[in-house]
C-alpha cells in the first residue's frame, strides 16, 4: 500500500504541471487535504461524468474533501489517542490518518485480504461496546440487510461512541433493488436524502454536515448531469434535475 502511495505521488509530480497548464481557463479550487490550489480533474466512472471532482496533487475525491473537513473538526473535541477504532472498508486515503490519530485502530472488511479482520457487517463477532468510533464511507450502499448492519454497529459502540457513515447519495428517495448491480460497483441500492432516516432508531443523535455549510474554496459538490438516468448502467436511478448535487456527511451519537 505504501509503495502504490509513493508512485502515485510520483506519477503526480510528474503529471501536474502539464495538467496545470492545459486547464488553466477551468475554475480554481483548494484541496484541504494538500493545499494545492489550481484546476481539479474530472472524472468518468461507468456511472457517468463528474466535473472538479478529483484533486490533481493527492487524488482527494468530493467525498474525501467532505470528509476530511468534517474528521478535522470532529477530533478537535474529542481525545482520539485514548480511543479505540473500527475502520470498515479501509480506503487507503484515510488509513494513515487514523492510525496517526486514534490510540487503537482496527481495520475491517468482508473480502479485503489487508485488514485486521473479516467479517460480515451484518454479523460482527466482536463483544458489546468495544469500540468508541466507528468509521464505514461508502459501504451500506453494498450490504442487503442495512439495518442489521446498522443495528451491529451500534451494538459494538461504546456509552458515547460515534459512528460516521456516509453514502453516495444518487436520488431524492432510496431506490432498493432487487439484486446488486455489478456496473454500479455491486451497489443494492440508490441512496436519497431520505436515508440517513434509518440511523434514528438505532443513535440518541444524528448529526448531518452538508457541502453547502463550509468553504466552497474546497469543492465539495458532486458535479453531475443525473437529468440522463436512468441509463443501461444505472436503469433504476431516478432523473434528477441539476447538475450540482451537495453531500452529506452523517455524524451518528449514541
Known sequence: ????SD????????????????NSNKEKFECPVCKYYGPFMDVKPATGMRKHAKCPNCDALERHRLQYLVLNRLLLDLHAEELKMLHFAPEAFFSHFFAERFGQYHTADL???????????????????AYDFVFASHVLEHIPNDKMAISEIRRILKPNGIAIL????????TVEYPEANPKEFYHVRAPGYDYFDRFEPYFSRVEKVYSYSLPAI?????YEDRS??????CPLRPSMQGEKHPDIVPICYV
Do not use: C, G, Y
Request: hydrophobic share 50%.
Open 1 to 4: 500500500m505504501a509503495l502504490r
Open 218 to 222: 474546497h469543492q465539495l459538490f458532486i
Open 7 to 22: 508512485i502515485r505521488k510520483l506519477v503526480n509530480r510528474v503529471s501536474l504541471p502539464v495538467f496545470r497548464l492545459r
Open 166 to 173: 456516509p453514502l453516495p447519495l444518487v436520488a431524492e428517495t
Open 111 to 129: 473480502d479485503m485480504e489487508d485488514v485486521d479482520f473479516n467479517v460480515d457487517l451484518q454479523a460482527l463477532p466482536f463483544e458489546d461496546a
Open 228 to 233: 440522463q438516468w436512468p441509463t443501461e448502467e
